[in-house]
């Protein structure tokens, strides 16, 4: 708040004890990797000879290191912040010297259902690629993978293809975040279909709640993998372009998917309300009809519950059993009656 | 998950016992049709003389054969991964060597009230088509019909027509989907308005979820249809563009009538949740009646059950008969009172 | 189903018995009018001279005539087949030698509340006009009096200016429909306030389907007119395009008005279920008082029709008239009561 | 119906006994003001050395004398026919020889609750403005009274400028009616939530209504004002532009509020229904809540009415009031359980 | 209304006693601060040497004042105007000598839950900037402070920064709003979940009315500072632009989180009003039950409550203790079946 803007602030909550920089530097032939955990480590040798340096930072508190970093490899203040500031959106912005994009990675966590977002910022520029996790597990291992293998098209191209290649990584994970979603909604679907219990109600209002999550990270995304797709940058090659456009496919796709779910669970809200309704009143319905029926024979009850002096009936032998006959059929005429009618 | 771009891994879950490949090669003069089970074979010589060559595989799962197909057309890789990729949204894209097109095939099984979807990817370049269907049972019949009568217009045109053809056969299908939908709905409301049945509930829920499907598969189809008529690549002639123009159009009306199904289930999705509940409170309100009814008449009686010493009326001679004759009448006159108000 | 594109396949159901072609050729000066009824006739000699002919064909199942008369003018196959596509979506087209327009005449039938659409469809290119209605009671009466008259300004331009004053002559039709559905709307308005009854329910779904009819054929052709009023075709003159724009305001205004009585539909429909709701919940109240009025003075009764040995008042000379007396009290309190909370 | 474009129809149904045309001619140091009642009085000679000559026409019954000034003037009959068509939508438009606009001027009467509608034509160019409105009373009195002034911006201004002060003084207007509706949905949202009465439902619904038409009304006309700020004719100063832009933004703003009083509308209808359905349902749970105090009691009445031989508690000597006591005790419990409950 | 476009009259109701002008001119190296309470005193020398003059108008009613500072500064009569007039809608505008843009500064009252909107107003171009604010607090005071700090990046910048920074200070403050909107929505969630309180509808709508404000200031925002960040006024230098569309994308979150706030606040209202029902019906349940436990029961009373003299049952010696005995079995098994149905 306040502050002049180009501040590096750190505004997360999620912290790591001790920030390390994974570094790797490869070219089709050739790869280096290091892990280094103090700040003059970190400026190393730039790469010559087609290769790509990769600088990977774990834990984005260590705001004297971030400004350290930028620096040292000329960042621009604004991305700086923007490296730090963990609620910022998903974006693409082209800088003087280079491209910076944030989105954010997603994970689902099944028990609490809860989805639970980590952000990413990668800035990148001719061979020179700087990306920062919040926490110490690496959300680019299968990246890392490919690289070490040394026929993988990755080691013969640019540090845009790497840049490209870690976002997809991220993307590609929502695709089981979809799927972990899709599970619990279709178990709500069952159980409301099938039980009859009441207990669905918040937690639709939940999974909503989190579907808005998912499209408030995955909606500007949509926008910023376009904009990557036709940048008319430089430091983006053709050749990486088409991968980028297919990118920008999926995150199309699964925004469509997020928008059905929503769909989904809006008509499933709408069934929970009218089926809970329904059962609600399926039940007063019954027990208004066992006041029908009783009703009428409390009456025949009361009629020869008076104490008139002259009612003949009374006098009759088997008057009290001819009523209790009557009483019966008119009992059985009743629930007959309501069952044709498909009340009970 | 977590594999290289361009990977070519299957993930659909329908498969084919034998991958076979049906070839046609035709011009306007000449015919020739094989059908090829191994992967040498399919290396036949390109057409020339301005001949086009349909290379159709049924079947998906042999990657292997993907692969050796699209390393002998030197296909991408991305859209070597595409045409395995059964889960992929139907798409335009243009690459160097060709065009890309993948859509779904869609069928309605009227029992099940179900939509089905099979992936299907069409590429092409110049005399050069390449399809990929799910199944063995044939999407592409009328047009490999219309290609056997020497007459037709499609032989005297290139591989961008057939391409053309292709979808278009896919699209003619999508109508009578709509029409069997149609008559699921018209059925439904029908039932709404006739029956006095509860169980037309999760069949609204169920229909509108279909219609998300179809909503799905369609729309991006339009905006692919759309690229297609508009592309400037030259190997998509302007006779032809006039055909898919036409067939942009008819995806647009197929979207709309989507969309107006949407808004009819809507509809009758609010009517029925209205209908269910004016029927119930119609039937409480019934049975409200009858304790409304009866319970100032066992009132009465009461009154005469009680055991005061000095009542008079219970000596009268005809006190009951006389209290028998004003129950009737206060009974009638209520039953007329609620007929009158349009209750009973 | 499967057929070949440009196939002229006739697709409705309302037929004519004989389809007859209305020729008419007129320039400012002279006019001369035909009706042809076999194919040879209609191979007239072209006009001249800034001559208008215009052939009007009434009825779409001869498909022969059709195709011969499309042979004649060499008019694209694709038109010949959407001439006779009665379900085609009202669509503007330019092709290399003319002009092609769809479009759905409507009329609104009052008894049956239902919107019925006739397909008409117009080609022109210069100096040339040819429509197609499907019965034979005519569309275009207005222009064809309007052609009669020799000053009208009609006389003076060419077969754009024709075109489109026989959409415009449609189109004007469309207020006449407006305006019987918003009768149709306003007695429903008026109904629903000031009667009890019930009936409205499946009314109100009706008409909104009904507007769904009339906006899938407004809102493409409002497109289509935008298309026509901005297109670059020399065979559209600036002087008409003034017109066309005009009409474009016009299809404008017909939209916003069917949106608009859709949000006044859909008002209705939450008006009417609210107070349907309420009318039935007002009567539940009114059952359910009765009995609440009753049960305290059975209660009351039932304490004194008891059996106990020792119960004072059951001795009392006059304790069954002050019982009565303390009845009647407590049922005039428990009115007077209800009255002043509103609820009787 | 029928007639061909450009036909001088009237087609409103206010009108003014005696069509009488307000000139106003004037530059920056000379004013001449005239009422003319003839036809043949209007042809004035020309405004010369940058002068502006404003012919105000109040009413729109006289086609006649539309047509005349319309020849005179040499205007477009597309124009002459939208003077006098009351319905038309509010546009822009150029012609080759003037700008013609037209809007609507809203006022709202607060007894009725009602939004008044009145049709307003404005056609100028280079130093010629032709207004047409549908009553007697003046619409344009602001603006009158400032070119009065003569120190006014206004009077060293063109056409043009005139024209934009027009719409401003009746879009000014719009203000006014949005302030006394606002007041309006106060009112109604201050009597539901303190008072019990259920009069606000068709209320409601009528406000909804008037809204649409005030939405009708607007929406388009700041579409014209936006084709109006852009406009590249020559007879819009860019000077002018300026204050066309100001006047673009107050029609977006006045558009905003609208809307945002159609989502407090929505919002208060959901208010309302669920306030009634609440207040009725406490009322039948009060009922409710009557007979399941007292149905228990009158049982215990009933157990002691039996006609056993052989029932010890009636011949109790206190049998009686213990039973009473009993009744007063259970009573009193279950009132104290309710009201634990907040039911009472 | 009926005034002259660009009158200067002051349209807010919050008034300051004494308007005062807070002037503050600096460069790299030097700062001079002054407050200023007559209109004289404003006339300073203008800035030489990359200098930035700004004045700083506290309180809007002084429309003298901005009269006379608009003359002596030559700006525009529609800026003078804007700049007191309180209810006019965010906007950015490029004048001939210099850039006008409006907003709204935004605080949340958490006791009252209102949004108050105070409104801002600044002109700039080369080296002047003057704003204007509602009040004598301080909406600047974080801007202030880093213009006094001499290394502070402000100070080696232009106008345009300034323009910029006050801007951005304003919007940084959106975010408190919605950090305290968020946790008031959070607590009315929270309570909705766990008591059975009902107070919280008309405090769901009052929120959902604040986020409508809420919107209406930053919507227009997003635009005005979207036209700022594509400006190619040379005005504003490229270097700023990068700070300008850092803020764009600032004002698109809080729109988005705005939106969503929506998105949750409607579906709390729907989870609400299925709550609030669902509670009810189930204390109507309850009591329907109790009476369908008596009735019956009553009814067996009413049975032996009768005079028949030959009724076997009541001359056994144990009648009595049997029938109590079969009634306690009758209502627990009715017990026991209503809690096995899950209705008790």
Not at 42 to 60: E, S
Not at 134 to 143: G, I, N, P, W
Not at 290 to 308: C, D, E, K, Q
Request: aromatic share 12%; net charge negative; charged share 25%.
């Amino acid at each position: 708040m306040g502050l002049a803007p180009g501040s590096v602030v750190f505004t997360g909550n999620r912290k790591v004890d001790n920030v390390l920089i994974h570094y790797v530097q490869y070219n089709a032939t050739q790869l280096v990797e290091k892990v280094l955990d103090s700040h003059e480590q970190c400026i190393l040798d730039p790469a010559h000879d087609h290769k790509v340096d990769w600088y990977d930072i774990r834990g984005m508190h260590d705001v004297e290191l971030i400004n350290f970093v930028g620096e040292t490899f000329s960042i621009h203040p604004l991305i700086q912040e923007a490296f730090v500031h963990t609620s910022q959106r998903p974006n693409f912005d082209e800088f003087e010297n280079g491209i910076f994009i944030t989105l954010k990675a997603l994970s689902f966590d099944t028990s609490e259902r809860k989805v639970h977002k980590e952000h990413v910022a990668i800035f990148f520029n001719n061979g020179f690629v700087l990306t920062a996790q919040e926490t110490e597990s690496d959300l680019f291992s299968s990246v890392r993978e490919r690289i070490s293998l040394e026929k993988g098209r990755i080691r013969k191209r640019g540090a845009d293809y790497l840049a490209y290649a870690l976002i997809d990584a991220i993307v590609d994970h929502y695709y089981v975040v979809l799927e972990e979603i899709e599970d619990v909604i279709e178990s709500v679907e069952e159980q409301m279909i099938t039980t009859q219990e009441y207990s669905g109600k918040s937690e639709i209002h939940h999974l909503k709640k989190e579907l808005l999550v998912l499209r408030k990270a995955i909606s500007p995304l949509r926008e910023a993998i376009s904009r990557f797709a036709k940048t008319e940058n430089e430091l983006v090659n053709d050749s990486s372009k088409v991968y980028v456009r297919d990118l920008y496919e999926h995150t199309v796709q699964i925004m469509d998917t997020v928008e059905s779910y929503r769909d989904i669970m809006n008509g499933l809200q709408d069934l929970f309300i009218s089926e809970v309704s329904f059962k609600m009143n399926k039940v007063m319905q019954l027990l208004t009809l066992i006041s029908a029926v009783f009703i009428p024979l409390t009456f025949l009850a009361g009629i020869y519950g008076m104490n008139f002096q002259n009612m003949p009936e009374l006098n009759y032998k088997y008057g009290y059993f001819i009523l209790l006959g009557v009483m019966l059929i008119l009992f059985a005429a009743i629930l007959v009656f309501f069952r044709r009618k498909k009340w009970l």
